[in-house]
């Protein structure tokens, strides 16, 4: 299994960020994706989530702000962010759960500061 996100940067407050998570070595449209965020000295968190058939759920920060969604041709998961606050610096970790086992990619730093 492996996970390769990219996308993340630096970006104003108000703006907008689209991480992408490309993946290989399993059965891509069989089972969950979800992106996590881990902020300095904090624990890792769920941010957002989508099963196989397409069904989301958003931590109560983000909702509204951002939109997971899943291209089965392309093996990849997007995480789109809209309206970044700075309280949504952080680290950007994309996750599949496969059989109860949770893999993740190495991470991509996003960062919101004037």
């Known amino acids: 299994v492996q996970l390769v996100e990219s996308g993340g940067g630096l970006v104003q407050p108000g703006g907008s960020l689209r991480l992408s998570c490309a993946a290989s070595?399993?059965?891509?449209?069989?089972?969950?994706m979800s992106w996590f965020l881990q902020a300095p000295g904090k624990e890792r968190e769920l941010v957002a989530r989508?099963?196989?058939?397409?069904?989301?759920d958003y931590a109560d920060s983000v909702k509204g702000r951002f939109t997971i969604s899943r291209d089965s041709a392309k093996d990849t998961v997007y995480l789109q962010m809209n309206n970044l606050k700075p309280e949504d610096t952080a680290v950007y970790y994309c996750?599949?759960?496969?059989?109860?086992?949770?893999?993740w990619g190495q991470g991509t730093q996003v960062t919101v500061s004037s």
């Open positions: 070595g399993f059965s891509f449209s069989s089972y969950p």
């Open positions: 996750n599949a759960l496969i059989w109860g086992v949770r893999y």
């Open positions: 989508i099963t196989g058939g397409g069904t989301t």
